[in-house]
């Protein structure tokens, strides 16, 4: 059982950056790949990036690459995503989600355990 808490959501505005943290609870956070998950209002909750459990590779969706990166740090149970750039289309509740194996997927149903999220809101 993996227990995750968002935090570092906020008000920002277009261009500016901000991260956003996970922190799970348990021995075995090493063991999970983690990802990044957002949902916009009346849209269904879509990819932002993964990373597998030793944080070597990592995964982004189209529209993040280049701004987004994902990154973790083991030892303090905790995985980042810095978000620079910021768009208004990246306004939504941002989800950690963490999942049973190592090696990190894009799909949502892969994912075993997730937070309970943190807003970001992007004002042009």
């Known amino acids: 059982q993996v227990q995750m808490v968002e935090s570092g959501g906020g008000l920002v505005q277009t261009g500016d950056s901000l991260r956003v943290s996970c922190a799970a609870s348990g021995r075995t956070f090493s063991r999970h790949a983690m990802g990044w998950f957002r949902q916009a209002p009346g849209k269904e909750r879509d990819f932002v990036a993964a990373?597998?459990?030793?944080?070597?590779?990592?995964y982004y969706t189209d529209s993040v690459k280049g701004r987004f990166t994902i990154s973790r740090v083991n030892a303090g149970n905790t995985v980042y995503l810095q978000m620079n750039s910021l768009k208004p289309e990246d306004t939504a509740i941002y989800y950690c989600?963490?999942?049973?194996?190592?090696?990190?997927?894009?799909?949502?149903?892969?994912?075993?355990?997730w937070g309970q999220g943190t807003q970001v809101t992007v004002s042009s």
């Open positions: 990373i597998d459990w030793s944080g070597s590779s990592t």
């Open positions: 989600a963490a999942r049973t194996g190592g090696y990190a997927y894009i799909e949502r149903d892969k994912y075993d355990y």
